[in-house]
Each structure stands twice: as structure tokens, then as C-alpha cells.
């Protein structure tokens, strides 16, 4: 057997295990078709890119595999959203360029994640159905700011790129950003499509991370084999370690990407497991997603999820009491940790309290104070060249690893670029915030705006250590536009008079 393929059936084997005991977590869906149509889907794509030479036969071949799964009559674009977030960290995001030709040298690199957003999301906009809660298109205020954003993005190389590279960025920034926000934001016409893509993004990010507790017990990067299998040299397919411990990433190329996702996954999980009528079946769920989180080793997403418990708790019934007794439980296991020797390992992997890689916070201090100079010399509009006078962050892989998001931003597009980009994300939670504080809303959506909502602010605090690589943008944008659709499908509608009514009766008039 090639090398390359020894990590195949021990991924399809964990994928089987897992998707047969979502059968039982969710028997509805099991008989519906949704699950069945996702597990093969996995299974499908993962046997491709094992065995395909190369990438160029990876990306030719996927889309056609993906599209067989939106023929059968239905509602194919909420099809190919769902299908879309279980298969997007179902394969590594390695990339190739797409050689060019009268005079062009390259077109754009083509990775898993655009081959996939060109075969589902792209045909998905045709089927984006306008009904009663449908947006106009630039109808929301996210609209505008996702927009602007990605004007800033191009405003900003305009000056230095030829009319080719513009069209190219251009094209490269519609594929990560615009289409997954546009789509996931209007597709969903009911509900039920909005969950089906959170069940489908929580079932891959489950089988990552038991796949990730296995790389790291077993010291055994298993995804790395498909860059291999593709005879390409990925400069992400590196052996890191924490503590003498595997820092595990399965198909998400880094251990910080892989803990961002699974922070996302953890809140997405947080909005539909109320529908797994089994508890032990929901627990064992929660602790698969905290062991994958555990083995990435991104001490950034473990804060991550820390604040993500914690303000699910603060946005859930009885929240005074919950804090107070996680806060008592969590004091005492650090306590019990510090005395057990055993356990001593635990307290020295945590942020700013442990001694492991303590000269990463330092790196991440320097790497503030260098990045908000420079943003202070030049802060409309980004810093041009601005790695030049950042080269005492260089690190020995060679690189300045900008291992903040909101640092790269200011520096690649000013506090304009920064300022749109969060302003997109603050328009999405006080939509989500309204929908919470609604008392006419159903509580089915109440509970899934305060999930959305905490999970969002998780992820923007992790991004506070982990860069934008790979495909932490496409899923952000994911992200924004579930909230979105939530609040839009979730809102009560009422009419003018209603609205006044409700005015008067605020301001005591009636």
C-alpha cells in the first residue's frame, strides 16, 4: 500500500463510527435522507482526494461528484449550503496555481475550499428564491459594510497592482468572502435550512476531532498525506508540538485554524442539540468537540471557548446561579490540578498562568506594539510594504507570522478596511440581540439568535490570536451569514400600526 493511503482507513473508519451514531442522535434525519446524503458526500470526496494523482484531477472531479447530490427535485439551494459546510474542512485546503496564457502568468490558486464554493455556492445564487422574508439585494446594513469591505480590500492595491492582478483579487475575494456571506445569508427560505447547514458543519467538525485526539496520541498527522498523495510541498504541512504533545490540526492545515473551527463548531453545536432526544447521546457530543479542541493545542481557541461557555451561560435561563457554580467548579479544578503532579502539565499549557511557550505571549506583545505603530504613522488606509518594517518579528521558519486578524486588516487596509469589517459583524449581532430580546418571537428562535450571537463572539476574540489563513475567512463569512438568516427568518413581522402601538405602550401613552 502507498504510503500516502495508510491514513485513509482510520478516517473512514472514524467518519462510519460517527455518522452511525448521528443516526441515532438524530433519527429524523436518519430517515429523511439529510444524513445519508452528507455521510456519502464525505466519504466520497475523501476517498477522491486520497486517490487522485494529482489536484488538478482533485478539482476536476469534485465539483462533478458534489453536483450529483443537488440533482433530485427539492430545495437545491439550501441543499448546496448544508452541503457546502460539511464538506468544507472535509479535505485540506492545499493550493496550485491555475497557469495562465497570453501573458498572464498565473489566473488565480485553486484550493479545495474555491473548488467547492465554485461547484455549490456559485449555483446556489440561481436558486436563491425571493419570498416574504427575502432582502432586497444592499436591503441589510451588513450588506453594505461586506461590501465596502471588499471595495477597501482593492482601493487599497490599486495604486501597485496591473488591471490583470485586480481582476484577479477581485475574482479570489468573491470566491472566499462575498459568496459564502451572499449566499448563507439568503438562501435559507425556512428554519429547518438554516439548521440543516449548522447539523452538517457540527458533523464534519465532530469527525475532526476524534481524528484530532488520534494524530495526537498517536504523533501522526494523517491529513498530510494528501498533499503528499498530490506530489505538492505545502508549507503548512509542518510537525508542530506544545509540551512534547502533537499539536493536532486534521484536514484544517494548522492546529489554530483547527481550534477556531471547533470553537465555531462547539456554538454551532450549543444551537441544535436541543433536537438530540438522547442527553448521554448531546454529552458525548460535547466532550468529542472539547477532546478535538484539547489536541489542537491553540491556547487562543481554549480562551475561546472558555468566554463561549460563559456567555451561553450569561444568555441562557437562570444565569447568575450557572456562573456562579461554573465558577466554583472551574477554580476547583485548576486548584486540584496544581497539586497533582500528574496534572501539573495541564496548568503550565494555559495562557499568561503556565510556563510553555512563554515566548509566544511575548511574540504576540511585540508584534502589537510594532503593527499599531504603523497603523498610527499611516491609518486610513493600511500600511503599504508594511512586512519590510517588521523584520525583527521574522521568526526560523522564515516567516513574520501576523498571528492577530485585526492586525492584519489595519495593516493591509487602514482603520477603513478595519472599520467595515467589524462593522458587518456589529450590524449581524444587534439583529441577533433584537431577535434575543423579542418577546413575540418564538423561542426556538430566541435560543438559536443567543447561540449565533455568543458563537460569533467567540470567534472574534479567537481571531484576536490566529490569523486569516486558509479558510478561517470563507467560514467567518459563513458565520455572518447564518446570523443573518437567522434574524431575518426568526423576526416577528408587524405591520405600522402594530409597530406604533408598541411605541406608545413603551412611552406610557396608552
Known sequence: MPSHLKALPVILAVALVLFWIAGFAWPALARSGELRRLRWAFLIVTLLAFASPSIWVYALAMPVVVAAFLV?????????????????????????????????????????????????????????????????????????????????????????ASRTDLIRQAFVLCIDTLLPYWVFSRVFQDPDGLRSALRAFVLTAMVLSVLAVFESVRRWPLYDAVPEAWGMSWDLNVF?????????????????????????????????????????????????LVGGLTASMARGSWLGALLLGLLLLVLGPAPIKRLLLAGVAGVGVLLVAAQIPALRVVVDLLPFVGEVDAFNVTYRQRLFEISIALIANSPWLGVPGYLDHMEELRQGQGIIDIVNSYLAIGLATGVVGLGCFLGAFATMLWSLWRLR??????????????????????????????????????????????????????????????????????????
Open 437 to 510: 430580546r423579542d418577546a413575540d418571537a418564538a423561542p426556538e428562535g430566541r435560543h438559536l439568535a443567543g447561540c449565533l450571537l455568543a458563537t460569533t463572539l467567540a470567534l472574534m476574540f479567537v481571531l484576536v490570536t490566529t490569523s486569516s489563513i486558509v479558510i478561517v475567512p470563507a467560514m467567518s463569512y459563513m458565520l455572518l451569514g447564518l446570523g443573518v438568516s437567522c434574524a431575518r427568518l426568526y423576526l416577528p413581522q408587524r405591520d405600522a400600526s402594530h409597530a406604533l402601538a408598541a411605541a406608545a405602550l413603551r412611552h406610557g401613552r396608552l
Open 240 to 288: 508542530l508540538e506544545r509540551a512534547g504533545l502533537l499539536r493536532a490540526k486534521a484536514s484544517a492545515g494548522h492546529s489554530l485554524v483547527l481550534g477556531s473551527v471547533l470553537v465555531v463548531a462547539l456554538g454551532c453545536w450549543a444551537a441544535v442539540r436541543q433536537e438530540v432526544p438522547r442527553r448521554w447521546l448531546a454529552t458525548l457530543g460535547t466532550l468529542g
Open 72 to 160: 433530485p427535485a427539492g430545495d437545491r439551494g439550501t441543499r448546496a449550503a448544508a452541503l457546502w459546510a460539511g464538506l468544507l474542512l472535509a479535505v485540506p485546503s492545499v493550493g496550485a496555481y491555475i497557469p495562465g496564457f497570453g501573458g498572464i502568468g498565473n489566473f488565480f490558486e485553486m484550493t479545495h475550499a474555491r473548488a467547492l464554493t465554485l461547484a455549490l455556492l456559485l449555483p446556489a445564487l440561481l436558486w436563491v428564491r425571493h419570498g416574504a422574508r427575502s432582502p432586497a439585494p444592499l436591503g441589510l446594513a451588513a450588506d453594505w459594510f461586506v461590501l465596502a469591505y471588499f471595495a477597501v480590500q482593492l482601493a487599497v492595491v490599486l495604486p501597485f
